[in-house]
């Protein structure tokens, strides 16, 4: 591969936002990549010069105050725009892999046939391109719509939590139903197809700030007021561990590499294991750590939860039931308490939770709850007049630090 010997990095003198050795990559193949319709910030072009080492307007100014400034965190994701024939740009996201490592392209291929494509229970991130640079003949650069993640900015009200967790079990299921285990559902693998929610560009890097490099938080709208023309999606991405089998029949227990969530008891030992148990035990942990610990009034959440965290993973729920089961949870909140504001649980930090930290949050049965509850015993008088039962608490389950 030719070297970008004209990159300000490639000098002997290093500074502090200078080029890491995995955006070196991106330097070198950016005139490739120009020539296949892809084109990269500034910062990866041949001879960029840092805008805070110049007289212009960021001089003197932190490089990471700077859009050119912040550091990539993956060395083999980055940010780009495609550029099509009547000049519209638009934002993808490009992923390397090696080319022996095909299997990741053959399932996203498989879900984006016209038939799976077309149905909305469907929420695999689309494969919009694979590109094989003739400089790296064992790699293949897959290209993707430009997502966000699922949390970038924090979620306002009930209704956002319901449709977070009816996109994510209606995605799980639909994949399940297609034979196909994911065996990596966990927290990074989520994203959401949010850029119309901006109003103005996240910075690729650090999505949650302004692309322009200030340190104040991105301008949004919530979740909620993205209206029906355009409503938010979440979607699976990275099928690298994934599992597909040709038929139902066909399924069998099995083992592969560890993903982000290494807490599910079947992957303590040696044996072989279901990896559609598996997946619902992995969501089941993203609502626990992320929600249940995280807000005060999604304690509805806490039955299934628990059950789809079941330490025998025969004794879980499927994907389609679990999805089923809280279908009918959401059909019996009413529309006064979806619009409700969710309560964050002051202090809690996922992070150090997963850590080992922190425990986890005690249930409290909430006026949602009750209510719920209430509307379910409804047709017993007594059991208005007694007090609500405890809601059954869920383990003080511990995740590992992601991979």
Not at 257 to 271: F, T
Request: charged share 25%.
């Amino acid at each position: 591969m030719p070297s970008s010997s004209t990159s300000a990095s490639t000098s002997e003198t290093h500074f502090e936002g200078d080029l890491t050795p995995g955006e070196r990559f991106w330097v070198d193949l950016q005139p490739w990549l120009r020539d296949a319709g892809y084109d990269l910030r500034s910062r990866y072009q041949p001879g960029w010069q840092p805008s805070w080492l110049n007289d212009g307007e960021n001089a003197e100014k932190p490089s990471l105050l700077c859009e050119d400034g912040v550091c990539n965190p993956r060395d083999n994701v980055l940010d780009a725009i495609k550029i099509l024939d009547g000049g519209q740009r638009v934002p993808v996201t490009l992923k390397t892999i090696k080319a022996v490592f095909e299997d990741e392209i053959e399932y996203l291929q498989f879900f984006a046939q016209k038939k799976l494509r077309s149905d909305s229970r469907n929420h695999c991130i689309s494969l919009i391109d694979v590109l094989s640079p003739p400089s790296c003949p064992d790699k293949r650069i897959m290209v993707f719509p430009r997502l966000v993640p699922w949390d970038v900015f924090p979620f306002a009200r009930v209704s956002e939590a319901l449709d977070f967790f009816g996109q994510t079990l209606e995605g799980l299921a639909f994949m399940h139903e297609q034979n196909f285990a994911h065996r990596d559902a966990s927290w990074g693998n989520v994203m959401m197809d949010g850029l119309h929610l901006f109003h103005e560009p996240p910075h690729p890097s650090r999505p949650s700030l302004p692309l322009c490099g200030d340190s104040r938080a991105v301008r949004h709208i919530q979740r909620c007021e993205a209206g029906a023309n355009r409503p938010v999606r979440y979607l699976f991405i990275d099928f690298g561990l994934s599992v597909h089998f040709p038929s139902r029949e066909a399924r069998e227990p099995g083992r592969g590499p560890p993903g982000q969530d290494r807490s599910a008891p079947e992957l303590k030992g040696d044996a072989a294991y279901d990896p559609f148990a598996l997946d619902v035990y992995c969501l089941g942990n993203l609502f626990f750590v992320h929600w249940l610990n995280a807000y005060a009034n999604v304690e509805f959440m806490r039955p299934l939860v628990a059950d789809m965290m079941h330490p025998v993973p025969a004794a879980r729920p499927t994907a389609a039931e679990a999805l089923a089961r809280f279908n009918a949870i959401r059909r019996n909140i009413p529309p006064k308490a979806r619009s409700a504001s969710l309560k964050r649980v002051k202090g809690y930090d996922w992070q150090e939770y997963v850590k080992g930290n922190v425990s986890a949050r005690a249930p409290h049965a909430g006026l949602l709850d009750r209510l719920l509850r209430r509307r379910h015993t409804a047709k017993s008088p007594r059991a208005r007049k007694d007090k609500p039962v405890a809601t059954p608490k869920l383990a003080n389950t511990k995740v590992a630090a992601a991979a």
